[in-house]
């Protein structure tokens, strides 16, 4: 029996999860009515206050709505830019740091194994570089004279 009533019950809404830009005194206002929820003995989230906007608009007739729609600023959108960004000169962008050099590897062949990372703690010491051992080379022959 259990499972005609499940089966009748109606399916959720699918959501949608989008972002949008927002004036601070606007976002402000949001906060300030979730206070004033909290205070009529109800608490809302966000998306609630926004939504119930939505349904007071909604019921508005069409002079109501167009004079609520007028009195809202349009926005530039996209993203804001932060406060925290400040315009530097070229020459203060990069700080006088020291470079630093390694040293060069000896050349890989192709008979050798690459030289694996050590698993030693940090505060080992670095292996040394291999001493370099001359390569054998084939002379050749002497020409033989007729």
Known sequence: MASQSSKTSPKKPKLVRDSFTI?????AAIDALKTRAIALGSSVKKSELLRAGLM????LNDAAYKAALSAVPTLKTGRPATAEKKVVPKAAAKPAVK??????????????????????????????????????RRRPA???SA
């Open 142 to 144: 002497p020409a033989k």
């Open 56 to 59: 007071v608009l909604q019921g």
């Open 23 to 27: 004036p601070k005194v606007e976002f």
């Open 99 to 136: 470079p630093v050099t390694k040293a060069k590897a000896p050349a890989k062949t192709a008979s050798r194994k690459p030289a694996t990372k050590p698993t030693a703690s940090k505060a080992a010491p670095a292996p040394r570089a291999a001493a370099k051992r001359p390569v054998a």
